[in-house]
């Protein structure tokens, strides 16, 4: 069974600055994608940005610049840098342990508002 933590969510005003940490358990990040998604009010989930077991990222292009998603396999545990945020950027922010085809694991969500 894998468990997926996140942290790190908060206020925070426009051009701000937030990282949120996911924490696996059951798995082990080095080993398969990771990502992060959001999902907004009355709009459907998102992907943010994504990391391979071996470091390639990805990200969305409404974050490509602003974001950066990383992760220290030592401590099983990715994180999601946040930087120049904006009011669109507000959101639920939910990790994500892809360890196959089907096979996709979600944690609880951390709410992230941005707003002066």
């Known amino acids: 069974q894998v468990t997926l933590v996140e942290s790190g969510g908060g206020l925070v005003q426009p051009g701000g600055s937030l990282r949120l940490s996911c924490i696996s358990s059951g798995s082990r990040v080095s080993r398969h994608a990771m990502g992060w998604y959001r999902q907004a009010p009355g709009k459907q989930r998102e992907l943010v940005a994504t990391?391979?077991?071996?470091?390639?990222?990805n990200y969305a292009d409404s974050v490509k610049g602003r974001f950066t998603i990383s992760k220290d396999n030592a401590k099983n545990t990715v994180f999601l840098q946040m930087n120049s945020l904006k009011p669109e950027d507000t959101a639920v922010y939910y990790c994500?342990?892809?360890?196959?085809?089907?096979?996709?694991?979600w944690g609880q969500g951390t709410q992230v508002t941005v707003s002066s």
């Open positions: 994500n342990a892809q360890l196959g085809p089907i096979d996709s694991y």
């Open positions: 990391i391979t077991g071996g470091g390639t990222t």
